[in-house]
């Protein structure tokens, strides 16, 4: 069992700061990419940012040089620092992790994408 949780939502003036925050647990035999979507509704999810179990990132156009994302592969926790957040990001953010999880009962492994519940991020004054 793996399971995935978002921390660190919530309301924020524009022009102000967030940091979210993800941790994925269980039978885990490795993490590889981790990365944080935004959804609104009606739309589609969309990719804000990535990281591999290396340290490569990847940012959405719209984020680059205001977010920051980061890893803790010894928790295997992954976060999401928001810097002068716009109105128009207000959104609900997921997490997702592709993790090599371990079967105790089958002794066998499966790899596969895993989603937190999301966690809802407000911009407004």
């Known amino acids: 069992q793996v399971q995935v949780a978002e921390s660190g939502g919530g309301l924020v003036q524009p022009g102000g700061s967030l940091r979210l925050s993800c941790a994925a647990s269980?039978?885990?035999?490795?993490?590889?990419?981790m990365g944080w979507y935004r959804q609104t509704p009606g739309e589609q999810r969309v990719l804000v940012a990535s990281i591999t179990s290396t340290g490569t990132t990847n940012y959405a156009d719209s984020v680059k040089g205001r977010f920051a994302i980061s890893r803790d592969s010894a928790k295997n926790t992954v976060y999401l620092q928001m810097n002068c957040l716009k109105p128009e990001k207000t959104a609900v953010y997921f997490c997702s992790a592709d993790i090599l999880s371990h079967n105790p009962s089958t002794t066998g492994f499966a790899r596969n994408t895993y989603w937190g519940q999301g966690t809802q991020v407000t911009v407004s004054s």
């Open positions: 269980g039978t885990i035999a490795a993490v590889y990419a």
